[in-house]
């Protein structure tokens, strides 16, 4: 689940902004990936908001290792007897 998460958040603008850029046109291609690349910043960022306690907020965290916070706190599940 991780990987997938990290695969979606970081590769995505680069795929549909180079999809769109060799479709249509090479600016909106650059438009794209400039406007999923906020998007996914913002997403990363309310990742990381969501699931790394407040105390070890301060470090900085690569966007794989707020994935593994975020899949870690609020996918996985915890099996209780």
Do not use: D, H
Not at 51 to 60: A, F, G, L, T
Request: charged share 10%; glycine share 6%; proline share 4%.
């Amino acid at each position: 689940m991780m990987v997938v998460v990290y695969t979606a958040i970081s590769f995505t603008p680069l795929l549909l902004g180079g999809w769109l850029g060799y479709t249509y046109n090479v600016w909106i291609g650059i438009a794209f990936f400039l406007f999923l690349t906020l998007i996914s910043g913002i997403v990363s960022s309310k990742m990381r908001i969501a699931s790394i306690p407040p105390v070890q907020r301060e470090m900085n965290y690569s966007t794989l290792a707020i994935v593994k916070w975020y899949v870690a706190k609020n996918i996985c599940f915890e099996e209780r007897s």
